[in-house]
């Protein structure tokens, strides 16, 4: 990734460096609990001159958006008299075919980007199209750019009839979806998700019926953006080129 100009602070590099401090977790507690001795000559990546350093995710203890400087990110400061207009709540109108829906999608939006504002910390909330209520809100995830499955969100998943939840997160780095968000997508079997972006932007998702990989995703982002796309204009790229091959559904919102 590097080698591509895919910098450290990108989505993509962070994803994987946080993949790499799980693994070495894994790795360590299993000789600790087997008297191993770790040999770190064989944990090496191939082909690099530096071990990429690995990621364990932050913990977040803002309130209302006032980031701690550990957990701050620049650009994710969110305009929260933009998020309050009726210009902004126009774009959730129709957006599950449910009124009811309509609104907790976007009430749960216009509090994680309160929460979140100023930092890298995600939330994620699941709405039922039947009824209009909240499942699940997960508040408190603690990764870098990401929301950290949790057993609430299983259960909520597995006690629901198949697609009739509608997935909402937001984007600090303000991008719009991604693979992992796809992948998710699919996995849960949701009827419809957004992203919503901290810079104002509104992306509407849903996974198609031929399957990929996230990575596959992935790699052809980085491909673009080695060849001099944004991040953003890279994604937007990979998600018609997906909307296409696979059946993916996008549209901006906002």
Not at 24 to 32: A, G
Not at 130 to 139: A, L, R, W
Not at 215 to 229: H, I, N, P, Q, R
Request: proline share 4%.
């Amino acid at each position: 990734m590097e080698q591509a100009g895919v910098g450290h602070e990108s989505p993509t590099s962070v994803q994987k460096r946080l993949v790499l401090g799980r693994q070495q977790k894994r790795l360590r507690d299993f000789c600790s609990a087997n008297r191993l001795q770790r040999m770190p000559d064989r944990e090496s990546a191939y082909g690099v001159a530096k071990q990429p350093r690995a990621l364990t995710g932050e913990k977040w203890k803002g309130e209302r958006g006032i980031p701690k400087k550990k957990n701050a990110l620049e650009g994710a400061e969110v305009d929260l008299k933009l998020i309050a207009s009726k210009e902004y709540a126009s774009s959730f109108k129709g957006l599950t075919g449910n009124d009811a829906a309509d609104k907790a999608v976007l009430q749960a939006a216009r509090m994680m980007l309160t929460h979140r504002s100023g930092t890298h910390g995600e939330d994620l909330c699941l709405v039922s199209i039947v009824d209009g209520e909240v499942k699940v809100s997960v508040t408190d995830s603690k990764g870098f750019l990401a929301v950290t499955p949790t057993s609430d969100i299983l259960d909520a998943v597995s006690s629901n009839p198949e697609g009739t939840l509608f997935s909402v997160h937001n984007h600090p780095s303000n991008i719009p979806p991604i693979g992992s968000d796809l992948a998710v997508s699919a996995s849960r079997r949701y009827t419809g998700a957004i992203v919503v972006l901290h810079d104002g932007g509104v992306y509407y998702y849903k996974h198609g019926d031929i399957a990929f990989t996230s990575t596959l995703f992935d790699m052809k982002c980085t491909e673009l953006v080695s060849a001099g796309k944004s991040q953003t204009e890279a994604a937007i790229e990979v998600l018609d080129e997906f909307k296409k091959r696979h059946g993916v559904k996008w549209k901006k919102l906002r």
